[in-house]
């Protein structure tokens, strides 16, 4: 069976609430990523080749090491076990991981081997030469030795474990293969992204991580669409024993898929300006998610918006749970409008989350009892000075200390759902105290909106706005239809 359709958003956001509780287990191929920025302005008179004028480097964990500061980035704690060298690649690793709060007890250092770098040369954020330093070889017996025995040790406090293969040599030879056996024996879900084409050496996994193109290679033939994605995943699950796959796909979303059955996810449409390491934090939300008590598809639908962030970002780019929670705010639509009534904590992330993006943040207030023409001026001239704006909606027991026994006509579910309906309304926030004050507090928009009735001398939270270096706006109101009178006169701060 296969179906289109996306999970519900609620246990989407359960389970990213969860993510702090969760350690995962991360083993593979850490790599040293640098970026080199400058400017191209002549041609080099020893050769026809273009000089790179040095502005500026900066230093990033790849592979193994990328899916790790993800983890961390999302809150919850990661623990890396792998093997790198004793050489400055390799020291700068571990200053990293140990800066970022991770565990270091896993790594080992050996004189026999070379950390993988790769340097990235830019000009004007075009990419015009990439340099790799590597040497690509198995595990020795003793280095092999040592990475299973910090694994053991490392398995029973980690809920989760993330086999991460850039193909430089940590998992061959059947490492993959003991890492999964120990898994199994222990109970302990263990995901895959892979390298190459022969998915052997992962049998056994619970899931493995493949794009399309990988998909196709491990089948031996090119998949496109959608029941060719299941055909692929399916053949794969047979011949190796996974649980399911879950196969990202560029543009078109994610898929995942069982023996059973299959989903289908859309992707986000976001400018893309960078996919490197997209894919490590894919495998990572997933992990956290799947961890946190998210069934497959409602993980891979989070893993899903995570990618739609990251590929948003230049260079390894890693996201927060902000981040996170607006995307998947986003990608629910319009008609998704529960999920856009909020709580004043996760109205606050999701603030910082658009704030984060460079939008706008407006906000206006009021108990909106019975909605009318003057009610939807004013959200629509409001929604037009932001890019997103939020509703502080009062509760019914504010409403009744504001109006009388007799109020409110309709319940506060009633009108955060209608409100939510609205396009010119991007989050409705229920606040219980008689004035927004706390929720401007806790929010603290760029803009302030209030109908033209007020002066700003009497706009509660103006001069928390304005001293945080936002500004209030008093918008015209449809004639005969006062936001403040249509039914009885309120206090200052509140609409009717």
Known sequence: MIKHNPPSPEPLHRAIARFGGVTVLVVGDLILDRFVNGVI????????????????????????????????SLGARAIPVSVIGTDTAGDSLVRMLGELGAETAGLSQQRGRMTSSK???????????RFDEEEIKPLDETERAGLIRHFRAALAGAEIV??????????????????????????KPVLVDPKGRDYARYAGATAITPNRKELGEAV???????DEI??????????????????????????????DEARHIATQAREVFDVSGAGDTVIATFALALASGADPVAAASIANAAGGVVVGKRGTARLTVEELTGALFRSHGPTAHKDAILDA???????????????????????????????????????????????????????????GPGRPVNDQHDRACVLAALASVDAVVVFEE????ALIEALLPDILVKGADYTIDTVVGADVVQKAGGRVVLVDLVAGKSTTGTIGKLRAGSTS
């Open 41 to 72: 302005e002549r041609i080099s008179p020893e050769a026809p080749i273009p000089v790179l004028h040095g502005r500026g480097e900066t230093s990033a964990m790849g592979g193994a090491g990328n899916v790790v500061a993800n983890i961390v």
């Open 119 to 129: 340097s990235r040369f830019s000009a004007l954020n075009q990419q015009v030469l």
């Open 162 to 187: 993330i086999l991460s293969d850039y193909g430089k040599g940590i998992l061959l030879d059947g490492v993959a293969a003991e890492l999964i056996a120990i898994c199994r024996e222990a109970g």
């Open 220 to 226: 031996g033939h090119a998949v496109f669409a959608d």
């Open 230 to 259: 299941v055909a692929a995943a399916r053949e794969l699950i047979s011949v190796h024993g996974f649980d399911f796959v879950v196969a990202t796909r560029s543009e078109k979303g994610m898929s995942v898929v069982g023996p």
């Open 345 to 403: 904590s996760s109205a606050a992330r999701m603030v910082a989350a658009w704030k984060e993006e460079g939008l706008s943040v407006g906000f206006t207030n009021g108990c909106f009892d019975i909605l009318h023409a003057g009610h939807v001026s004013l959200l629509h001239a409001a929604r037009s000075q932001c890019d997103r704006l939020v509703l502080g909606l009062n509760s019914d027991a504010s409403v009744r200390r504001l109006k």
């Open 434 to 437: 008689d004035t927004p004050l």
